[in-house]
Each structure stands twice: as structure tokens, then as C-alpha cells.
């Protein structure tokens, strides 16, 4: 069974620019999560998406912001780059309920200069 | 709100010997616990994780961990280190959302090193 899958797996973007980073869960589950890893600031999640819709998201701006697809894949778009912004960007899926385990795709390396 | 402790930011233990890494939370409910690691450059890997029953879980690789809930701690333990187990492991809390799904919060990480 194949697993969570990412892509880019590296992104360099300049500031101002927007950046779209692309998500496959694990085939049967509806739910997307992403999460953000930069440095010093540790792993902080950012959106949940399930069954096409946006359910939640994390103390994050609205320059952040993606969307679900019929597939379940999911995309997310970050607007009007900023330095700030350089992190690893994780994707997790999971069947869709409250409590199930999370199950990470190797993330995309975003650089923003 | 709920919070993750991992107050070891670095451990080095030398190959074959035991490795206890710990873990305390701070969650209202009844918590849903996972061990993740991840390796350099890598996303994070479930090694076990808790949700209710017996207090001691088996994970992927010989790790084990206990549940506590007296003490507010989920440590993880491994009796004999590997070499490849060199990498940094996150301790989560599970937290429900509206609607049914469940964002993680993470602890800081610990990075292992093993020593040769």
C-alpha cells in the first residue's frame, strides 16, 4: 500500500511570491492534515481538511491557505511569501476520526529568499 | 490548552545500551499519545501510539512505552539501542476537533545520538 506522497520535495521561492505544495493520502482515507516544521519553532499544524471541505486551522494567517479535492488530495498555497515562511511543510492522512493516527508523507522543503 | 514536555533536547547513549526518553503532557481529557521519529530531511514515522487498555504498548523497532496517567507521562524505552535508531523523536498528544477529526500538538523533540 502506497503511503502519504509530497511534492515538491524542494521549493525555493523569493519573498512575495506564492507557493503551492501538493499532498496524496494513503488510498481510503478522506482526512488531510498539514503541518509546519520550522526552525525553533517546531511542528505546529496549520489545516485539516476532510471530505473537500476546510474543518479547522491553526494560528496561522489567511495568506495560508489550500483546498481538497474530489481524490481527497489536498494542495496548500501560501501567498505573499516571507522569509519566515522557509520550513518543512508535512502532510499527514488519516481515515477521517477523531483519535485515528496521523500518517506522514515526507514533506516539502520550502526556502523562501 | 493542551502541551507536550520533551525536556531532553539531546541524549547520546552508546549501542546496545537501554534508552529511556521522556515524555509529559498536559491535557484535560483522556489523551490520545503518539512516538513519532524522523530520521534527517525525512517526514515523521509512527513507532506506537496509546489510546486506552493496557498502559504499556508495543511499537515498530523494540520500542515500547507506558502510559502514566498519575504522572502525565508517556516515556518511550528501548532495552538494547541500535546504531540506526540515531535520529530526533517527537512525543504528540492527540487533541479532538470540531467535527470529528484530531490536530496533533508536538513536543520539542529529542535528538539521540549513538555512540559506536
Known amino acids: 500500500e502506497a503511503g502519504v506522497t509530497q511534492s515538491p520535495t524542494h521549493l525555493i521561492k523569493t519573498r512575495g511570491q506564492q507557493a503551492t505544495l501538493r499532498c496524496s493520502p494513503i488510498s481510503g482515507h478522506t482526512s488531510v492534515y498539514w503541518y509546519q516544521q520550522a526552525l525553533g519553532l517546531g511542528l505546529q499544524f496549520l489545516l485539516w481538511?476532510?471530505?473537500?471541505?476546510?474543518?479547522n486551522r491553526g494560528n496561522f494567517p489567511p495568506r495560508f491557505s489550500g483546498r481538497q479535492f474530489p481524490n481527497y488530495s489536498s494542495e496548500l498555497n501560501v501567498n505573499a511569501l516571507e522569509l519566515e515562511d522557509s520550513a518543512l511543510y508535512l502532510c499527514?492522512?488519516?481515515?477521517?476520526?477523531?483519535?485515528?493516527?496521523?500518517?506522514f508523507g515526507p514533506g516539502t522543503r520550502l526556502l523562501v529568499l | 490548552a493542551q502541551s507536550v514536555t520533551q525536556p531532553d533536547i539531546h541524549i547520546t547513549v552508546s549501542e546496545g545500551a537501554s534508552l529511556e526518553l521522556r515524555c509529559n503532557y498536559s491535557y484535560g481529557a483522556t489523551p490520545y499519545l503518539f512516538w513519532y521519529v524522523q530520521s534527517p530531511g525525512q517526514g515523521l514515522q509512527l513507532l506506537l501510539k496509546y489510546f486506552s487498555g493496557d498502559t504499556l504498548v508495543q511499537g515498530i523497532k523494540g520500542f515500547e512505552a507506558e502510559f502514566k496517567r498519575s504522572q502525565s507521562s508517556f516515556n518511550l524505552r528501548k532495552p538494547s539501542v541500535h546504531w540506526s535508531d540515531a535520529a530526533e523523536y517527537f512525543c504528540?498528544?492527540?487533541?479532538?476537533?470540531?467535527?470529528?477529526?484530531?490536530?496533533?500538538?508536538f513536543g520539542t523533540g529529542t535528538q539521540l545520538k549513538v555512540e559506536l
Open positions: 499527514a492522512s488519516n481515515p477521517g476520526q477523531e483519535g485515528e493516527t496521523q500518517y
Open positions: 504528540a498528544v492527540g487533541v479532538g476537533l470540531t467535527g470529528g477529526g484530531n490536530k496533533l500538538t
Open positions: 481538511y476532510d471530505e473537500g471541505e476546510e474543518r
